[in-house]
């Protein structure tokens, strides 16, 4: 049931003389020709309400019933409830059709999300290309914080209010299952850090009278011109560098967003002792460790790459750090070395972490992706969870 305001803002106004004139075709045409001349003045001064409701004034009208269009279509009588609501709808998409061709997205929405008909926006807003002089923040609302294209709303937040920006909104977003919408938000922001680092680096060299070749990436610019970082100099702000290349980490799927990333880690290596960052294990290095950790998901030097993860695990488990662990486990459940994830995580995950949520699969969920039940049976009795070790032991004997 679709409950309309029982008040319909009347703004911009209607220019006095429309009065007169309504009367006047009321008067001489009849009420379905008045309501006609409202919905052309309406739409002449551009107030998307007015023109809704008046849209309904003309179908009440036709129909007999009282003209007045606020109120639910349930205080109808019975026989118009049904014809109502579509009315109601004919009037919303039309109005709501005719904001998004002038331009209007944000009272658009106010129609097709009363109706429930995100779609309709998500392709206005796929189609939409802002003007330099656009106000696009109400845009950005629809698109990204009521989820209706939130990826068209994450480019036209970096695209206009800058990456700073688009780090923090990445930051706040509850991406939840949402995987693919996490890929492209990470994708995004590695490219437009990359370019803006590219073009930096070139920029720096252009003020020393020198022209590099145009295919060469940022790495090679580094290798090439080693000088072009100095000890207390910096290209791009260290803070965005550091902070995508954390959420870099979150990336599930491979491409060109990994050597993105891999040149930035080699840019942030050869930055002065005063940019460096010293983390936790296993990325108490970050620069170096993200490159290793990289590099493993590019395929170059897996098994020696492994090893320098592995090798942080004992250590920082033995003083309660399950993280290398943990992010042990997800490189390995990356590289489809499933059951590899299960040993290490038996090994040094079996009672979680009481401090904080796993960043990684629990042992229970990893045998199940494995199918091992004998471990799982294992695990929940050293858990003490009876529930777990019966279950475990049922499904085993239908085998």
């Known amino acids: 049931m679709i409950d309309l305001d029982t008040e319909a803002p009347a703004k911009p106004r209607l220019p006095a003389e429309i009065y007169s004139q309504l009367r006047h075709t009321l008067e001489s045409q009849g009420p379905v020709a008045a309501a006609e001349a409202l919905c052309q003045a309406v739409r002449d001064i551009g107030d998307p309400t007015a023109y809704f409701y008046a849209m309904l004034v003309k179908k009440r009208v036709e129909w007999g019933i009282s003209a ?62 802002p003007r330099d002089d656009d106000d696009v923040a109400a845009v950005i609302e629809i698109a990204w914080n009521q989820g209706v294209h939130p990826k068209k709303g994450f480019d036209l937040i970096l695209q206009r209010n800058g990456i700073c920006n688009a780090i923090t909104m990445y930051s706040y977003k509850n991406f939840g299952d949402d995987r693919d919408l996490q890929n492209y938000c990470i994708r995004q922001l590695l490219r437009h850090l990359y370019d803006q680092l590219r073009e930096r680096l070139c920029s720096d060299l252009a003020s020393r009278g020198i022209e590099p070749a145009p295919e060469l990436g940022v790495e090679a610019l580094l290798l090439a011109y080693p000088d072009l970082v100095g000890e207390d100099s910096y290209h791009i702000d260290t803070s965005h560098l550091s902070s995508v290349l954390r959420f870099a980490l979150h990336l599930s799927s491979g491409g060109e967003e990994l050597q993105w990333a891999r040149e930035l880690c080699a840019y942030g290596q050869r930055l002065g002792s005063t940019f460096q960052l010293q983390e936790d294990p296993p990325f108490e290095r970050p620069y170096f460790d993200w ?109």
């Open 68 to 129: 007045f269009p606020a109120g639910p279509a349930a205080s109808l009588p019975d026989r118009w409830q049904d014809a109502y609501e579509d009315a109601i709808r004919e009037a919303g998409r039309a109005v709501g059709q005719w904001c998004i061709e002038r331009g209007n997205l944000s009272a658009a929405w106010q129609f097709f999300h009363m109706l429930g008909e995100p779609m309709r926006m998500r392709d206005a807003l796929e189609a939409y290309q």
């Open 291 to 399: 490159r290793c950790y990289f590099d493993l998901l590019a395929g170059v030097q897996v098994e020696e790459n492994l090893l320098h993860f592995r090798a942080k695990i004992a250590a920082s488990s033995a003083e309660g750090n399950t993280l290398p662990a943990e992010v042990m486990v997800n490189l390995l459940l990356k590289l489809q070395r499933e059951t590899e994830a299960l040993h290490l995580a038996r090994e040094y995950l079996i009672e979680g972490n009481p401090y904080r949520p796993l960043t990684c699969p629990d042992v229970y969920e990893l045998c199940h992706r494995v199918n091992d039940l004998a471990t799982l049976s294992e695990v929940a009795q050293a858990r003490g969870d009876g529930v777990s070790y019966l279950a475990s032991l049922i499904e085993m004997r239908k085998k």
